[in-house]
T-cell receptor
Framework: NAGVTQTPKFRVLKTGQSMTLLCAQDMNHEYMYWYRQDPGMGLRLIHYSVGEGTTAKGEVPDGYNVSRLKKQNFLLGLESAAPSQTSVYFC?????????????FGQGTRLTVV | KNEVEQSPQNLTAQEGEFITINCSYSVGISALHWLQQHPGGGIVSLFMLSSGKKKHGRLIATINIQEKHSSLHITASHPRDSAVYICAVSLTGNQFYFGTGTSLTVIP
């Protein structure tokens, strides 16, 4: 199993450009999440999905859109990139085990907006 | 207001030392997670616990639900343990809350 795979791993964008980050999981998990990680701050939730065709806003959703057309894929879009969106982005998926929710993370996407 | 607080933020240790990283949280949780992130790398789950203690190799995680506190211990630390260790909690809803991480450097 590949687990959670993010593409691309690195990207440099110019201000105003758009891009889509792809997250794919092969574990049949219902829940998927997009987080951003910035220095000195914990992972912050951008958007999440509790199942195919559903999405919801997290803590920092402004400037991002998401789609979950297929259960295994969760896409994060930046319509008009801004320097404030320079960050490392992590996708995660989770399932609920006997002890609670178990999360699996991707390798991260390092995005720089210049 | 951060639901999850970790200490210390940075930690440098000599190889072989016993290391403790602490985590306190302020919300009711269903489970607490310890995660590891190597420089430039992805995030890996080390432990998930809702009570008591778990051990995996040289790593030990404990949790005190009444005090809302958890510790991650590393015995006989090694340079390959150098990483950022993140404490996270999962609630009964859909979300996780994360601490800001503890950056550990183990010097040979």
């Amino acid at each position: 199993n590949a687990g959670v795979t993010q593409t691309p791993k690195f990207r440099v964008l110019k201000t105003g450009q758009s891009m889509t980050l792809l997250c794919a999981q092969d574990m049949n998990h219902e829940y998927m999440y997009w987080y951003r990680q910035d220095p000195g701050m914990g992972l912050r939730l951008i958007h999440y999905s509790v199942g195919e065709g559903t999405t919801a806003k997290g803590e920092v959703p402004d400037g991002y859109n998401v789609s979950r057309l297929k259960k295994q894929n969760f896409l994060l879009g930046l319509e008009s990139a801004a320097p404030s969106q320079t960050s490392v982005y992590f996708c995660a998926s989770s399932y609920t085990g006997t002890g609670g929710k178990v999360a699996f993370f991707g390798q991260g996407t390092r995005l720089t907006v210049v | 207001k951060n639901e999850v607080e970790q200490s210390p933020q940075n930690l440098t240790a000599q190889e072989g030392e016993f290391i403790t990283i602490n985590c306190s949280y302020s919300v009711g949780i269903s489970a607490l997670h310890w995660l590891q992130q190597h420089p430039g790398g992805g995030i890996v789950s080390l432990f998930m616990l809702s009570s008591g203690k778990k051990k995996h190799g040289r790593l030990i995680a404990t949790i005190n639900i009444q005090e809302k506190h958890s510790s991650l211990h590393i015995t006989a630390s090694h340079p390959r343990d150098s990483a950022v260790y993140i404490c996270a909690v999962s609630l009964t809803g859909n979300q996780f809350y994360f601490g800001t991480g503890t950056s550990l450097t183990v010097i040979p």
